[in-house]
């Protein structure tokens, strides 16, 4: 992906972030000699060493695509708890056993959220053209079967519990045979990650007037005009404390 330096998502944390509330991504791999998509809801899974861990299952902290890489405490040492480097970084899914793909192999999976077109004329300025702000992840690894029975039990349930809401939510009761034999209807795999890639196109190379006029338009623009506003505000709040 063309990632200009002022575009890139440097925290990987941020990154992670972004993947846990755009779930439903795709993924792309081989079937046969041509590459193959999957749409598919997507579980961020993170341990200290291989294996799959307990599926991350928390409440979500609002994206900021500018979150800094390490976390800074009060003697100016790092944060450990930003440190997901190095962890085991994994993504989980199911699909239908019937589908042929995936396969275990090299894999890629993409996830996009909130996009707007930008007009040259919010500039109030000659010399412009139109462009599209937008977010998007890159994930490339390496698809592993799950093939353990308690593990895929895990995986269901970890999935169903983490999209799941409501006072009283839904849960798998592995007690009726029903639900096993659905369980046999699909194939579980992990994604073991090698690489994030996180691109934030914000205005970030227009000047701070320009990019406070795009943010006026798209809020009084649909929802994912407001969401592409509120992102672009954070990047500037961003900016400004950095200045201080």
Same mark, same amino acid.
């Given at each position: 992906?063309?990632?200009? @330096?002022?575009?890139?998502?440097?925290?990987?944390?941020?990154?992670?972030?972004?993947?846990?509330?755009?779930?439903?991504?795709?993924?792309?791999? @081989?079937?046969?000699?041509?590459?193959?998509?999957?749409?598919?809801?997507?579980?961020?899974?993170?341990?200290?060493?291989?294996?799959?861990?307990?599926?991350?299952?928390?409440?979500?902290?609002?994206?900021?695509?500018?979150?800094?890489?390490?976390?800074?405490?009060?003697?100016?040492?790092?944060?450990?708890?930003?440190?997901?480097?190095?962890?085991?970084?994994?993504?989980?899914?199911?699909?239908?056993?019937?589908?042929?793909? @995936?396969?275990?192999?090299?894999?890629?999976?993409?996830?996009?959220?909130?996009?707007?077109?930008?007009?040259?004329?919010?500039?109030?300025?000659?010399?412009?053209?139109?462009?599209?702000?937008?977010?998007?992840?890159?994930?490339?690894?390496?698809?592993?079967?799950?093939?353990?029975?308690?593990?895929?039990?895990?995986?269901?349930?970890?999935?169903?519990?983490?999209?799941?809401?409501?006072?009283?939510?839904?849960?798998?009761?592995?007690?009726?045979?029903?639900?096993?034999?659905?369980?046999?209807?699909?194939?579980?795999?992990?994604?073991?990650?090698?690489?994030?890639?996180?691109?934030?196109?914000?205005?970030?190379?227009?000047?701070?007037?320009?990019?406070?006029?795009?943010?006026?338009?798209?809020?009084?623009?649909?929802?994912?005009?407001?969401?592409?506003?509120?992102?672009?505000?954070?990047?500037?709040?961003?900016?400004?404390?950095?200045?201080?």
């Amino acid at each position: 992906m063309y990632t200009p @330096p002022y575009f890139k998502i440097q925290s990987q944390s941020a990154i992670l972030d972004f993947i846990r509330q755009n779930s439903f991504g795709m993924l792309i791999s @081989p079937l046969g000699e041509k590459p193959e998509i999957t749409h598919i809801p997507f579980i961020v899974s993170e341990s200290a060493g291989p294996g799959m861990s307990e599926p991350t299952n928390h409440d979500f902290r609002s994206f900021q695509p500018a979150q800094a890489t390490e976390k800074a405490t009060e003697n100016g040492k790092p944060s450990e708890s930003d440190h997901t480097d190095e962890k085991q970084i994994q993504l989980l899914f199911h699909v239908a056993a019937a589908n042929p793909n @995936p396969q275990p192999g090299p894999a890629m999976a993409i996830f996009q959220g909130p996009h707007a077109y930008i007009s040259p004329s919010w500039y109030e300025e000659s010399n412009a053209v139109p462009t599209w702000n937008y977010i998007a992840i890159h994930v490339r690894g390496e698809l592993e079967r799950i093939n353990d029975h308690d593990m895929m039990q895990r995986l269901m349930d970890s999935t169903v519990s983490e999209f799941e809401q409501g006072s009283s939510p839904w849960s798998i009761d592995w007690s009726n045979t029903y639900m096993n034999r659905m369980l046999d209807g699909v194939r579980c795999f992990r994604l073991n990650v090698q690489s994030l890639e996180g691109k934030a196109k914000l205005s970030q190379n227009h000047s701070v007037q320009r990019q406070k006029k795009v943010i006026a338009r798209l809020e009084s623009g649909s929802e994912m005009d407001r969401e592409i506003a509120r992102l672009m505000k954070a990047e500037l709040e961003k900016k400004s404390e950095s200045m201080d």
